[in-house]
């Protein structure tokens, strides 16, 4: 009888052993099939991140709640080559919500020098358009005057685009060879204020001309703490056809002949001061627009008029954080400042001049996460067309300003 | 005047010899046998502040490394040592 009891007990032990193998087994395969599965999905990819910036300016007169920009970035990777990006803007203006296509491209990597773009992208002309402009990597909450959405330079265009970094000895170079659709020029019928003014959102060409454009940065250091860039766009913004067609008075007003011609040079030096534990970051961009000179009417007075159609924006900025530090609060300030200044053509009807200064403090709570507060001064010594070319909606006068911006 | 000149100028003298001497003192060798973690201190810094490799995922680095390729115009060879990098230390 105690035979059979230890011979049951034993095969029992025997089955216990062996199905708990299988069970083992079966979960195994289970997590192979999920690595090989994790794997398989390595070859495409999606994510989505973009930025967002919000908070409050106030005036000596007024206190507003702000919620400047949202702006999900979609990144779609096929492969090692391939990558689609494509960005909403998204911004909360009167009641309204108002969305943009900031940009939407495809990129391959030909080779190790050689990416080609199509799509919508954004222009690199000069760097802080198409690098510094999201919130959380712009120190300010504003950007420089002249630069931007409404500048004197395009921000985003559609058309091709050839680039790509290459290693030269103990220095670095990139390049950036693009074909887009170009600007329009306002000739004044519909806003005769802004008539000579570059219009660069146009999402269909207004002619058979395209712009071509250019940038190269060079980096001198082999640590890559400078880069000068030279940058430079061609185009020819008028209509074949005179946009004063069936009026006897102006149809000789044509502006397919006119051309425009912008430069920008930009610097950047971000380097480790480690005496005082400290990043310092400096920032610049010059930028100029050559339109040649054309005949333009008035209708309030029924005049023709001409002028000089140069326009020039540059910004300086400084950043000094601790981020070095020993102590926890002290490594996340940063003090910023910056000086900009906007010039647009003297005896036009957009004519302007301002300057900014401004002074910032801010909060790193992470990487990618800031608060910003800051003081700007803006001195217009000659106004231009309302709500043109200024920070985030022509804001003038003496404006503190705490934002919140958020990479995400 | 003439004094803001020449303080200009000298600034501007002493910058150059230090670019000069900067770039002198590296080796083309010491460039190429640069790691991933130099690489990532020197380059993501200059437009923002080094990302933190624990806020993604292996296959999100790897997104994220080919759209700074594309858009900061890193090199072939810094993108990839870059992501092998974060994805070590994630």
Same mark, same amino acid.
Request: net charge negative; with cysteine; glycine share 8%.
């Given at each position: 009888? %105690?035979?059979? *009891?230890?011979? =049951?007990?034993? #095969?029992? $032990?025997? /089955? !216990?052993?062996?199905?708990?193998?299988?069970?083992?087994?079966?979960?195994?395969?289970?997590?192979?099939?999920?690595?090989?599965?994790?794997?398989?999905?390595?070859?495409?990819?999606?994510?989505?991140?973009?930025?967002?910036?919000?908070?409050?300016?106030?005036?000596?007169?007024?206190?507003?709640?702000?919620?400047?920009?949202?702006?999900?970035?979609?990144?779609?990777?096929?492969?090692?080559?391939?990558?689609?990006?494509?960005?909403?803007?998204?911004?909360?203006?009167?009641?309204?919500?108002?969305?943009?296509?900031?940009?939407?491209?495809?990129?391959?990597?030909?080779? %190790?020098?050689? *990416?080609?773009? =199509?799509?919508? #992208?954004? $222009?690199? /002309? !000069?760097?802080?358009?198409?690098?510094?402009?999201?919130?959380?990597?712009?120190?300010?909450?504003?950007?420089?005057?002249?630069?931007?959405?409404?500048?004197?330079?395009?921000?985003?265009?559609?058309?091709?685009?050839?680039?790509?970094?290459?290693?030269?000895?103990?220095?670095?170079?990139?390049?950036?060879?693009?074909?887009?659709?170009?600007?329009?020029?306002?000739?004044?019928?519909?806003?005769?204020?802004?008539?000579?003014?570059?219009?660069?959102?146009?999402?269909?060409?207004?002619?058979?001309?395209?712009?071509?454009?250019?940038?190269?940065?060079?980096?001198?250091?082999?640590?890559?703490?400078?880069?000068?860039?030279?940058?430079?766009?061609?185009?020819?913004?008028?209509?074949?056809?005179?946009?004063?067609?069936?009026?006897?008075?102006?149809?000789?007003?044509?502006?397919?002949?006119?051309?425009?011609?912008?430069?920008?040079?930009?610097?950047?030096?971000?380097?480790?001061?480690?005496?005082?534990?400290?990043?310092?970051?400096?920032?610049?961009?010059?930028?100029?627009?050559?339109?040649?000179?054309?005949?333009?009417?008035?209708?309030?007075?029924?005049?023709?008029?001409?002028?000089?159609?140069?326009?020039?924006?540059?910004?300086?900025?400084?950043?000094?954080?601790?981020?070095?530090?020993?102590?926890?609060?002290?490594?996340?300030?940063?003090?910023?400042?910056?000086?900009?200044?906007?010039?647009?053509?003297?005896?036009?009807?957009?004519?302007?001049?301002?300057?900014?200064?401004?002074?910032?403090?801010?909060?790193?709570?992470?990487?990618?996460?800031?608060?910003?507060?800051?003081?700007?001064?803006?001195?217009?010594?000659?106004?231009?067309?309302?709500?043109?070319?200024?920070?985030?909606?022509?804001?003038?006068?003496?404006?503190?300003?705490?934002?919140?911006?958020?990479?995400? | 005047?003439?004094?803001?000149?020449?303080?200009?100028?000298?600034?501007?003298?002493?910058?150059?010899?230090?670019?000069?001497?900067?770039?002198?003192?590296?080796?083309?060798?010491?460039?190429?046998?640069?790691?991933?973690?130099?690489?990532?201190?020197?380059?993501?810094?200059?437009?923002?502040?080094?990302?933190?490799?624990?806020?993604?995922?292996?296959?999100?680095?790897?997104?994220?490394?080919?759209?700074?390729?594309?858009?900061?115009?890193?090199?072939?060879?810094?993108?990839?040592?870059?992501?092998?990098?974060?994805?070590?230390?994630?």
């Amino acid at each position: 009888m %105690k035979i059979k *009891i230890i011979s =049951v007990f034993f #095969f029992m $032990i025997a /089955f !216990g052993a062996s199905f708990a193998q299988d069970t083992i087994q079966t979960q195994l395969d289970v997590i192979t099939s999920e690595i090989q599965s994790l794997k398989k999905e390595d070859k495409t990819h999606f994510m989505l991140r973009g930025f967002a910036q919000f908070g409050l300016d106030a005036t000596h007169d007024n206190i507003n709640f702000n919620m400047t920009s949202f702006n999900p970035v979609l990144l779609w990777r096929q492969g090692d080559r391939f990558l689609f990006e494509s960005e909403l803007e998204m911004e909360f203006i009167n009641n309204e919500l108002d969305i943009h296509l900031g940009f939407a491209n495809a990129s391959y990597v030909v080779s %190790k020098g050689l *990416i080609v773009r =199509v799509g919508k #992208f954004l $222009i690199p /002309f !000069g760097t802080f358009g198409e690098k510094f402009h999201p919130s959380w990597v712009n120190k300010f909450s504003t950007t420089p005057l002249g630069v931007g959405h409404d500048g004197i330079a395009p921000s985003a265009d559609i058309g091709i685009e050839i680039r790509g970094g290459l290693q030269l000895g103990k220095s670095k170079l990139n390049y950036s060879i693009y074909g887009v659709n170009g600007p329009g020029i306002k000739d004044g019928t519909d806003e005769p204020e802004e008539a000579g003014m570059l219009s660069f959102e146009n999402s269909t060409d207004n002619n058979n001309n395209k712009a071509v454009g250019s940038r190269i940065g060079f980096l001198p250091f082999a640590n890559s703490s400078l880069e000068i860039g030279a940058s430079g766009y061609y185009a020819m913004p008028g209509s074949e056809e005179s946009p004063f067609e069936g009026d006897t008075l102006n149809e000789d007003l044509n502006y397919k002949e006119v051309s425009a011609l912008l430069t920008a040079f930009d610097l950047s030096y971000v380097k480790i001061i480690s005496p005082l534990k400290s990043i310092i970051d400096i920032k610049g961009q010059y930028s100029l627009s050559t339109v040649s000179k054309a005949t333009y009417f008035n209708p309030e007075d029924t005049m023709r008029y001409s002028f000089t159609n140069n326009s020039s924006a540059y910004y300086a900025q400084l950043a000094f954080r601790p981020a070095l530090a020993d102590n926890a609060f002290l490594k996340n300030i940063e003090l910023v400042g910056r000086y900009s200044a906007y010039t647009t053509p003297e005896g036009s009807l957009w004519e302007s001049k301002q300057s900014q200064i401004a002074v910032g403090l801010n909060y790193w709570f992470t990487w990618r996460t800031v608060l910003k507060a800051s003081y700007q001064i803006t001195t217009i010594e000659k106004e231009g067309a309302p709500g043109e070319h200024s920070g985030h909606g022509g804001t003038t006068g003496n404006v503190f300003s705490l934002y919140f911006a958020v990479g995400l | 005047m003439k004094k803001i000149k020449f303080i200009t100028c000298l600034i501007i003298a002493v910058f150059m010899a230090s670019v000069f001497i900067q770039s002198c003192a590296s080796s083309k060798e010491a460039i190429a046998n640069k790691s991933g973690a130099q690489l990532w201190g020197e380059n993501c810094i200059r437009c923002h502040n080094t990302p933190s490799p624990a806020d993604f995922n292996d296959a999100q680095w790897k997104t994220v490394g080919l759209h700074m390729q594309v858009r900061a115009n890193l090199t072939k060879d810094e993108a990839e040592k870059i992501v092998v990098f974060l994805q070590s230390a994630n």
